[in-house]
Nanobody, 125 residues
Framework: QVQLVESGGGLVQAGDSLRLSCAAS????????MGWFRQAPGKEREFVAA????????YYGDSVKGRFTISRDNAKNTMYLQMSSLKPEDTAVYYC??????????????????WGQGTQVTVSS
C-alpha cells in the first residue's frame, strides 16, 4: 500500500522558518515527480513546488519563490520543503503528492496519483 505521510507542520510567527517532510512508503518513486500543494479554507488547492527524481528539475509557485526550497532524498524515500520568511498568507494545510503523468501540467493537482493526508501550517502575524 502506497503511503505519503507529511510531518513538520505547526504554529509559527511571521518571519519564522519551518521544514516539512513527506515520507513515502509502499513503492519506490523512481521516475515520479513529487510536489507540495497547499489549501487554505475556502480556497482552491494551490501549487507550491515540485521536483523530479534526479532533483535537476524544480518548479515553484510564484508566491513562494525565493522563500521556499524543495528537496528530496531518494535513499530515504523522503521529500522536504524548507520554508523561510513565512507570512500569514502561507497559512494552509500542506499536502505532498507524487505522480508520473507527463501529459498534465506539473502545476495541476490531477497530475499526481498519490497524496498525503496533509499537515497544518499556521503563521501568526
Amino acid at each position: 500500500q502506497v503511503q505519503l505521510v507529511e510531518s513538520g507542520g505547526g504554529l509559527v510567527q511571521a518571519g519564522d522558518s519551518l521544514r516539512l517532510s513527506c515520507a513515502a512508503s509502499g513503492r519506490t518513486f523512481y521516475g515520479y515527480y513529487m510536489g507540495w500543494f497547499r489549501q487554505a479554507p475556502g480556497k482552491e488547492r494551490e501549487f507550491v513546488a515540485a521536483i523530479n527524481w534526479s532533483s535537476n528539475s524544480i518548479y515553484y509557485g510564484d508566491s513562494v519563490k525565493g522563500r521556499f526550497t524543495i528537496s528530496r532524498d531518494n535513499a530515504k524515500n523522503t521529500m522536504y520543503l524548507q520554508m523561510s520568511s513565512l507570512k500569514p498568507e502561507d497559512t494552509a494545510v500542506y499536502y505532498c503528492a507524487a505522480g508520473t503523468n507527463r501529459m498534465i501540467s506539473i502545476y495541476q493537482p490531477r497530475r499526481y496519483d498519490y497524496w498525503g493526508q496533509g499537515t497544518q501550517v499556521t503563521v501568526s502575524s
